[in-house]
């Protein structure tokens, strides 16, 4: 059963109570009045979310989780509840579940109201995670291949000493064949290893015009322009309703997100981890 209005109006209230409390940095007074409210309305996710936040602030992680883990069963498209769900699961070092969280958070945070946009803040953590998962992954594979390469070559050195033992008078050729596959060998592996070397840079056509930096919201504007969205909006705002490049008149209703070239960056950077790497 739905609680009656006087109820919902008394939790309301509380929230308020909470919101006072959370801008004046009193996190205890804030929980208990989201609690409260929480306690006359069960099935409101922004109390779980308001309440985790306030337990983040205090680096309570077992209890943001729960939080938010509650909020989310409450409404699964809830970008604060996957973010600091995220958060808590990097705090307690489960990277794997922490990235996995961060990016749902990001992938509904895409395209949001301005006043709820968080993609910004969501990408600096993820970035970061994704960046710390490459490098862990990307020292395995490169000690996997290294010990790979060495058995390779110590393969081909005792099959070339076989060789030149049973080839009298052929020796040059023997070694010249066994000098050619160990240059084959070394062409081989550093292909395989191609993917996990940074390179000087992403490509252009993966980036913002304006910040130079990967996309990590991008919009195409009528001109066929691509931009990503906090900064493009943040032009429209404070400079003025027009393309920052045509010169031509824009207005963010006109912004379409670029689907494209969001696919590119994600399989760029599935590819290229190192490219998560933040300045």
């Known amino acids: 059963m739905a609680p009656n209005a006087s109820v919902v109006k008394q939790a309301e209230l509380l929230r308020n109570d909470g919101n006072h409390y959370f801008k004046k940095s009193r996190f205890g007074a804030a929980i208990d009045a989201y609690t409260e409210a929480i306690t006359l309305c069960p099935n409101v996710p922004v109390y779980f979310t308001n309440r985790a936040l306030c337990h983040l602030?205090?680096?309570d992680w077992e209890r943001v989780e729960e939080d938010c883990r509650r909020a989310i069963q409450l409404d699964s498209n809830s970008v604060k509840a996957h973010y600091m769900l995220g958060l808590a699961l990097l705090e307690k070092k489960?990277?794997?579940?922490g990235i996995k969280e961060l990016e749902r958070a990001l992938n509904l945070g895409r395209g949001a109201n301005p006043k709820g946009y968080m993609v910004e803040e969501i990408w600096q953590v993820l970035a970061k995670a994704k960046y710390q998962e490459w490098?862990?992954?990307s020292s395995q594979r490169s000690w996997e291949l290294q010990s790979l390469k060495e058995a390779c070559e110590s393969a081909l050195k005792e099959k070339h000493f076989l060789g030149v033992s049973e080839m009298e008078g052929?020796?040059?050729?023997?070694?010249t064949s066994h000098l050619k596959h160990l240059e084959a060998l070394e062409t081989v592996f550093n292909k395989a290893a191609e993917d996990d070397t940074p390179s000087?840079?992403?490509?252009?056509y993966l980036c913002c015009r304006i910040t130079l930096d990967i996309f990590h919201d991008p919009v195409i504007?009528?001109?066929?322009?691509?931009?990503?969205?906090?900064?493009?909006?943040?032009h429209l705002q404070k400079v003025g309703g027009f393309d920052p490049i045509t010169r031509e008149p824009l207005d963010s209703s006109q912004l379409v997100p670029n689907l494209a070239i969001k696919e590119a960056v994600e399989e760029y950077l599935e590819k290229h981890g190192w490219a998560y790497k933040i300045d």
């Not at 489960?94 to 579940?97: A, G, I, N």
């Not at 000087?200 to 252009?204: H, R």
């Open 221 to 234: 504007t009528p001109s066929g322009l691509t931009y990503e969205r906090a900064v493009i909006l943040e």
């Open 94 to 97: 489960e990277l794997t579940k």
């Open 57 to 59: 602030k205090r680096n």
């Open 135 to 137: 490098e862990r992954s």
């Open 200 to 204: 000087e840079q992403v490509p252009d």
């Open 170 to 175: 052929f020796v040059d050729d023997a070694t």
